[in-house]
């Protein structure tokens, strides 16, 4: 993405990732659909691959709130042996992910979340 909005997007989740480091690996702005808007990710990730599945699990994820009536999520974590997932909606077309390494300071990373999700609202907005 190479449009002043992208590149604002890019600086907020750069910012993000500077608070929670060395926690957070990777931040992502996706579409509904799996195609990356902007991203910040380590070598280690393939953003494509990442945002593909991150969309597959947030659509299965809103189903399950829907058929056992739980309501619209807020943020859902899935952590594994060796990272943390974290997946926040952003709008109905925009989902929020970051990558954390094993046992991070989940409190701080939510606290981040929060403000983060503020700020990139604020910027797709307008």
């Given at each position: 993405m190479e449009s002043s909005v992208g590149r604002e997007i890019i600086n907020t989740l750069e910012e993000f990732m500077d608070k929670v480091y060395p926690d957070v690996i990777g931040a992502l702005v996706i579409r509904r659909d799996g195609l990356p808007v902007a991203f910040k990710v380590s070598g280690e990730l393939n953003a494509k691959v990442v945002s593909a599945m991150a969309a597959i699990a947030k659509s299965a994820i809103d189903r399950l709130g829907v058929e056992l009536g739980l309501g619209e999520p807020i943020i859902n974590i899935a952590q594994y042996t060796r990272n943390t997932l974290?997946?926040?909606?952003?709008?109905?077309?925009?989902?929020l992910t970051a990558i954390a390494k094993p046992d991070p300071n989940l409190g701080?990373?939510?606290?981040?979340?929060?403000?983060?999700?503020?700020?990139?609202?604020?910027?797709?907005v307008e």
């Open positions: 974290l997946i926040a909606p952003l709008s109905k077309d925009l989902i701080l990373i939510l606290i981040e979340i929060e403000k983060l999700k503020d700020k990139l609202i604020k910027i797709l």
